[in-house]
């Protein structure tokens, strides 16, 4: 017990602080902004956003408009925002003035190290200008024969549960398209296999990074004490609060972040050695160990490592942000992807007129190489696009728009004003007293909630089917023109979105830096499964005649489960009905 007593303090101590500055605070400016009442002092109401929380979401944004008051922790008043206007502040004219909130910082500083999500200012600014080149269009085009064998091992593992034409077998395509996009990370980005899509090999950095995220979740109410933590204590004490902490999940997490990191150090030495032909693993060679072989220098790491050892020494990144770029990579590039190509497939699966018009594009793409003598591939199927090719099929890319558009795999981020400042909104919204507020001022400290879910589903900016998943209205005559990323957009406002004028995936100076790669991995993966494999959502039933149904709880991230009593509702899973391609599944 005596152990405890200072973690009981630190917690006790920011309590009664926060208690302090509230109770002595005059009302705030965002107080004549309306919004839902608080529920609780002490936990506001800003967690209804992140539990099963789709209707939660657009309903803020039907009843209050595109500038919502809510409250968070300790009675802090928080800003819930989609207006288009204020958002092209947040992110691009008044950019200075805004962050990332202390908690996603430091947390993000402890788990992963000096990465891009873990760090600030100059640093992270340094670290952007070295890294945005990488993943430029032509590294992408450059990885995209490389990586294409992955897409291929997962087609085939598919194919292979399924025993002959003609029939279907059901499969939970999730653990599959997780693994898969594992490997597209540890590849594409490392450099190395980790083998993840081959069940009879072990490895212990995609089973931790696989891991992650169950963790995390049981210790994310820690996460807004970290900042005061950090601050007060040593690292000495904090080292031993984690070990004094009294739950298993606490060991775990640190199992899984030391297995991370320490395998992102071994990687990353082995290839600055290979690089620097310091005596490393030459390419290809197979490694002892669990690494894996080597990939051919085109991967991300590897790229980055020879644009640091050419760069000015002011511009130059030290090891440990290298290191640490590496834990970033795969925390933030593995599940999101993961959950956009399985809602793909789900919605594919349910609406077969689409699957069909995709398949036939496909083939009449892939046809076309083998008639012009393109490709070595015996059978159309199994042509691989290039990148080009790839990026300019019409469907395949409304598709994906339209998909991260309706169903971002992310639905609320964080942000900070860093001084006091004021939001311009493009729709003014009502104030408590019924009068209109067009500017928001806010004070040095406000949060800001950035709503992608309330943005991309925004009428004003979409139309009135904004919430119906339709591909088709990207494919107008302005996308076959020059202006393909505002193509579906209704009026002259624009989100200032880093992938097209959707919000998925932010924008501005910490906007998704591995968009154009998230993009061309499921374009690869649908491209490479779908000429080849039929979807349908699950047929059997149970004793009462019920069929499995799969549902996507927003909580966060978006995640499908399986109702009970088929499911838990709780964990990840896609299952579908899968059968081999037959004539009559083309448009
Ligand atoms: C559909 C897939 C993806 C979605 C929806 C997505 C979404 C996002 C979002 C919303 C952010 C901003 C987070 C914030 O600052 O609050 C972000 C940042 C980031 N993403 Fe992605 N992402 C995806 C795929 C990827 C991939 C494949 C990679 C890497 C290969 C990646 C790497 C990153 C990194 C490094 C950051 C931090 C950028 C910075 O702080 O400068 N993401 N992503």
Same mark, same amino acid.
């Given at each position: 017990? =005596?152990?405890?007593?200072?973690?009981?303090?630190?917690?006790?101590?920011?309590?009664?602080?926060?208690?302090?500055?509230?109770?002595?605070?005059?009302?705030?400016?965002?107080?004549?902004?309306?919004?839902?009442?608080?529920?609780?002092?002490?936990?506001?109401?800003?967690?209804?956003?992140?539990?099963?929380?789709?209707?939660?979401?657009?309903?803020?944004?039907?009843?209050?408009?595109?500038?919502?008051?809510?409250?968070?922790?300790?009675?802090?008043?928080?800003?819930?925002?989609?207006?288009?206007?204020?958002?092209?502040?947040?992110?691009?004219?008044?950019?200075?003035?805004?962050? @990332?909130?202390?908690?996603?910082?430091?947390?993000?500083?402890?788990?992963?190290?000096?990465?891009?999500?873990?760090?600030?200012?100059?640093?992270?600014?340094?670290?952007?200008?070295?890294?945005?080149?990488?993943?430029?269009?032509?590294?992408?085009?450059?990885?995209?024969?490389?990586?294409?064998?992955?897409?291929?091992?997962?087609?085939?593992?598919?194919?292979?549960?399924?025993?002959?034409?003609?029939?279907?077998?059901?499969?939970?395509?999730?653990?599959?398209?997780?693994?898969?996009?594992?490997?597209?990370?540890?590849?594409?980005?490392?450099?190395?296999?980790?083998?993840?899509?081959?069940?009879?090999?072990?490895?212990?950095?995609?089973?931790?990074?696989?891991?992650?995220?169950?963790?995390?979740?049981?210790?994310?109410?820690?996460?807004?004490?970290?900042?005061?933590?950090?601050?007060?204590?040593?690292?000495?004490?904090?080292?031993?609060?984690?070990?004094?902490?009294?739950?298993?999940?606490?060991?775990?997490?640190?199992?899984?972040?030391?297995?991370?990191?320490?395998?992102?150090?071994?990687?990353?030495?082995?290839?600055?050695?290979?690089?620097?032909?310091?005596?490393?693993?030459?390419?290809?060679?197979?490694?002892?160990?669990?690494?894996?072989?080597?990939?051919?220098?085109?991967?991300?790491?590897?790229?980055?490592?020879?644009?640091?050892?050419?760069?000015?020494?002011?511009?130059?990144?030290?090891?440990?942000?290298?290191?640490?770029?590496?834990?970033?990579?795969?925390?933030?590039?593995?599940?999101?992807?993961?959950?956009?190509?399985?809602?793909?497939?789900?919605?594919?699966?349910?609406?077969?007129?689409?699957?069909?018009?995709?398949?036939?594009?496909?083939?009449?793409?892939?046809?076309?190489?083998?008639?012009?003598?393109?490709?070595?591939?015996?059978?159309?199927?199994?042509?691989?696009?290039?990148?080009?090719?790839?990026?300019?099929?019409?469907?395949?890319? =409304?598709?994906?728009?339209?998909?991260?558009?309706?169903?971002?795999?992310?639905?609320?981020?964080?942000?900070?004003?860093?001084?006091?400042?004021?939001?311009?909104?493009?729709?003014?919204?009502?104030?408590?007293?019924?009068?209109?507020?067009?500017?928001?001022?806010?004070?040095?400290?406000?949060?800001?909630?950035?709503?992608?879910?309330?943005?991309?589903?925004?009428?004003? @900016?979409?139309?009135?089917?904004?919430?119906?998943?339709?591909?088709?209205?990207?494919?107008?005559?302005?996308?076959? +023109?020059?202006?393909?990323?505002?193509?579906?957009?209704?009026?002259?406002? /624009?989100?200032?979105?880093?992938?097209?004028?959707?919000?998925?995936?932010?924008?501005?100076?910490?906007?998704?830096?591995?968009?154009?790669?998230?993009?061309?991995?499921?374009?690869?993966?649908?491209?490479?499964?779908?000429?080849?494999?039929?979807? =349908?959502?699950?047929?059997?039933?149970?004793?009462?005649?019920?069929?499995?149904?799969?549902?996507?709880?927003?909580?966060?991230?978006?995640?499908?489960?399986?109702?009970?009593?088929?499911?838990?509702?709780? +964990?990840?899973?896609?299952?579908?009905?899968? /059968?081999?391609?037959?004539?009559?599944?083309?448009?």
């Amino acid at each position: 017990m =005596a152990l405890l007593t200072p973690v009981v303090a630190a917690v006790l101590g920011y309590v009664l602080w926060r208690l302090a500055r509230w109770t002595t605070k005059p009302q705030s400016a965002l107080s004549r902004v309306a919004g839902p009442p608080r529920e609780s002092w002490l936990k506001g109401n800003v967690q209804n956003l992140f539990r099963d929380a789709l209707e939660y979401n657009l309903r803020l944004s039907r009843e209050y408009g595109t500038a919502v008051r809510m409250y968070s922790l300790y009675g802090q008043e928080a800003l819930y925002i989609s207006d288009p206007l204020a958002l092209q502040h947040v992110f691009g004219k008044d950019q200075q003035a805004y962050d @990332v909130n202390d908690a996603f910082i430091t947390s993000n500083l402890l788990m992963f190290g000096e990465g891009l999500i873990g760090t600030l200012g100059d640093q992270h600014k340094k670290q952007r200008k070295m890294l945005n080149p990488v993943f430029s269009v032509s590294n992408m085009r450059d990885l995209l024969p490389v990586i294409q064998p992955i897409a291929d091992q997962m087609a085939a593992i598919f194919t292979q549960q399924i025993p002959g034409d003609g029939a279907v077998t059901e499969i939970d395509v999730m653990p599959w398209l997780s693994r898969g996009a594992q490997e597209y990370i540890s590849q594409a980005c490392f450099g190395y296999t980790f083998n993840a899509l081959d069940l009879n090999k072990r490895n212990e950095y995609s089973e931790a990074a696989r891991r992650y995220t169950p963790a995390a979740l049981k210790l994310s109410h820690l996460r807004p004490f970290l900042p005061f933590i950090v601050r007060t204590f040593p690292l000495a004490l904090r080292k031993k609060m984690v070990e004094w902490y009294p739950r298993e999940a606490m060991k775990d997490f640190v199992y899984i972040l030391t297995t991370m990191h320490e395998t992102s150090k071994r990687i990353f030495e082995r290839k600055k050695r290979a690089l620097g032909g310091e005596g490393g693993q030459a390419q290809g060679e197979k490694e002892e160990g669990d690494l894996g072989p080597l990939m051919q220098g085109k991967d991300i790491m590897s790229i980055l490592l020879k644009a640091n050892a050419s760069s000015d020494e002011a511009d130059r990144l030290t090891d440990d942000e290298l290191i640490g770029q590496m834990s970033t990579l795969l925390f933030a590039g593995f599940e999101t992807t993961t959950y956009a190509i399985s809602r793909i497939l789900w919605l594919l699966a349910s609406r077969q007129d689409a699957q069909a018009r995709l398949r036939s594009e496909i083939r009449a793409a892939k046809q076309a190489y083998l008639a012009e003598g393109r490709s070595p591939a015996e059978a159309w199927e199994d042509v691989s696009l290039s990148y080009d090719d790839l990026m300019a099929l019409p469907y395949l890319d =409304a598709l994906l728009r339209e998909t991260l558009r309706v169903y971002p795999p992310s639905s609320v981020h964080f942000r900070v004003a860093k001084e006091d400042t004021t939001l311009p909104l493009q729709y003014p919204v009502r104030a408590v007293d019924g009068s209109s507020v067009s500017v928001v001022p806010l004070e040095k400290g406000t949060q800001l909630l950035i709503s992608i879910i309330a943005s991309n589903h925004n009428k004003d @900016v979409w139309g009135e089917d904004a919430s119906e998943w339709k591909p088709e209205r990207w494919m107008t005559a302005s996308a076959e +023109s020059e202006d393909k990323d505002n193509a579906a957009v209704k009026s002259s406002v /624009r989100y200032p979105g880093a992938y097209s004028s959707i919000l998925t995936f932010l924008g501005g100076p910490r906007g998704c830096i591995g968009f154009k790669f998230s993009e061309m991995e499921a374009k690869q993966v649908l491209a490479t499964l779908l000429p080849r494999l039929h979807f =349908a959502l699950p047929s059997a039933t149970n004793a009462d005649g019920r069929k499995k149904e799969i549902y996507w709880k927003m909580s966060g991230p978006q995640i499908p489960v399986v109702q009970p009593p088929f499911g838990d509702g709780m +964990s990840p899973q896609v299952p579908l009905d899968v /059968r081999r391609v037959e004539t009559e599944d083309f448009a």
